[in-house]
Every structure is written in C-alpha cells, then in structure tokens.
C-alpha cells in the first residue's frame, strides 16, 4: 500500500506571477519527504501550467505548440523540485502525466501505475503533477494534480491521502471544518479563491468525495506551515478529514 501526497501550485509557485518558483517553500517541502516507504508526491502546475494553458486556450483549443509549451513549462517546475527532493537526501524519480495516461472527456480512463509501484517498491519516490494529457474525446486536455491523486488512490489502494493547500483545510465562514461529508456539501458557504484552469476548492472536494464513497478517506491541510507536512505523512489529524458518506 502507498501513501499518496499533493502539494498544490499555490504553495510552490507565485501564482501572481509567470513561472515563478518559491524556492524557500519548494526546499521546505523536500527537507519533510526523506524516509517515508512507499510515499507518492504529485505537486501542482501553479504559475508554470495556469499561464501558458489560458494563453493557448487550452484545454478548449488544442495545438501542438500550445500542448509543447505547457507541458515543457510544468516539467521545468517538476525539474526543479527534483532537483530540491535530491538534495535533502530522498530518492525522486519523474513521472509526466502526458506520457502514461489516456483521458476521455477530461477524465482519466487509462493509466500505467506499473512503473510507479515498481518505483515504490525498490525505495524511490515518484513525482508527478499537473499536465496536459491526450484525451479520446477532446483531443487533449489538463489533467489536474487532484484527479491524478484520487485516481492512483484508487487504482493504488492508497492508506494514505493527503492534499496541501496554503489554507488550514475547508473553510466555512473563516472556520476550518474538522469533518466533511458529502450530505455537508451543499449546505456551506465555502470560502474560495478565484478558479483556475484546474477548478477550485468546491472540485477538490468533490473528486474526494468521490474517492471517500469508494472507501478511501483524505485529509486537506495547510502545508505552507513548517512540519505540516511530516505530521500529516506520520499520521497526525490535522486540516479537514474527507470522509465516506452519501447524501
């Protein structure tokens, strides 16, 4: 069994900004992910897939220089929390969605986890992230770092999953929401930031939800707190729990 773990764009990147790294936070990150088995990190795209992605219309527009670019551009943030991940001393190996997965529709219907448990299995940490993906209806498409994770989690059977966001979990009304479930949904007034190419808070919450009712429960937390995310991977009840539960 595995652990999967995303730390989202907002933390490792200037969203503001164009292909703009946070270095301090990327080695925060790495300094947390030595000496954990069976660990999977996904991170998102943040300002180097966002920006290039709304300038080639993508996902709605599909053209080889606009799908090259993208995905160069998140591989080069994924090049540099390698990089950061083989400092602090773990084992990092990259995994680019383009090469490995089909989607149809904007969803994922295909996907070689082989390589990954592989990876796993002789002590190396793979590292995936947001991408650009072909797709058998549309062409192509993005395909986000939270859809990657709820399906390796399943197809993976995943023990733990957890989602670092740079806020203390599911917010109502400024308070962290220690429990969700589905029946709890549509009665809060969640608190979101605009929405990216890749959705928002509310479609994070319902891609796992859509994991809990298959038996797997996740955590989101805030990992742009120092420790945050070692606690977390040791099993400690921090952010919003995820939980199975059909309205």
Known sequence: MVKILKVGGSILTDKSGYASPRPDLIRQMASQLKGFPGLILVHGAGSFGHAPARRYGLPGKVTH??????????????????EALTMAGARPLPVHPLSCLVMRDGRIVRMMTEPLQEMVDRGFLPVLHGDVAMDQV????????????TYLASAMCAELVALG?????????????????????????LWERSADVTGSMRGKIKELLDLA????NSRIFNAAVPGNIRRVLDGESLGTLIRGGRA
């Open 213 to 216: 009712d298959n038996g797997v």
């Open 65 to 82: 220089e606009g799908l090259l670019f993208t995905h160069q551009s998140v591989a080069d943030l994924n090049r540099q929390i390698l």
């Open 138 to 149: 549309c062409g192509a498409g993005i395909v986000s770092g939270d859809q990657l994770v």
């Open 165 to 189: 966001t740079d806020v203390d979990g599911v917010l109502c009304q400024g308070q962290t929401i220690p429990v969700l479930e589905r029946a709890d949904l549509s009665g809060l007034d």
